[in-house]
């Protein structure tokens, strides 16, 4: 038996379609949000970085909504995505998945794009400052 879910923003039945053609989702066909499951936001992210030990933290600031989730009917908790300025729903009582408004799909990726080259700013400076104290390490020693 197929659970029959309904969008939380406008009510309209939600319906399965394949995302981007990589993994299928739960989508409204009125108001044009998608409900991922659990693990679905993660290959949203994976789509554009997928080295999830430097993702960093998901869920900041909670604050409950009037929004049911689409499969258990729990109210669904907004937070603030990985501390950047997008705000996502999700069922926090039951680990069910999250909601994302038309468009949220495209922020989530442009975060994690930012994200990852964040990261490897940082991979390639650590890499410098290695370079340069090895370097003044064998300088030191040298002169000793």
Same mark, same amino acid.
Not at 36 to 56: A, N
Not at 73 to 81: S, V
């Given at each position: ?13 939600l ?14 066909? /009125?108001?044009? &949000?998608? !409900? +991922? =499951?659990?693990? %679905? ?16 933290s ?35 009582? /039951?680990?069910? &998945?999250? !909601? +994302? =408004?038309?468009? %949220? ?31 003044l ?8």
């Amino acid at each position: 038996m197929t659970l029959i879910m309904n969008c939380p923003k406008c009510k309209s039945g939600l319906i399965k379609k394949f995302y981007k053609g990589m993994f299928e989702v739960d989508s409204c066909p /009125n108001c044009r &949000g998608m !409900w +991922l =499951d659990f693990d %679905e936001l993660d290959k949203l992210e994976d789509v554009v970085f997928d080295e999830d030990e430097r993702k960093g933290s998901l869920v900041h600031y909670q604050t409950r909504t009037d929004l049911s989730c689409p499969q258990c009917g729990a109210m669904l908790d907004e937070f603030q995505y990985r501390l950047y300025d997008l705000r996502l729903d999700a069922c926090t009582a /039951n680990g069910h &998945g999250f !909601w +994302l =408004d038309a468009g %949220e799909d495209e922020r989530v990726m442009e975060i994690m794009q930012k994200r990852a080259g964040e990261m490897e700013r940082k991979i390639n400076a650590e890499a410098e400052w290695r370079q340069i104290l090895e370097g003044l390490h064998a300088f030191l020693t040298r002169r000793k």
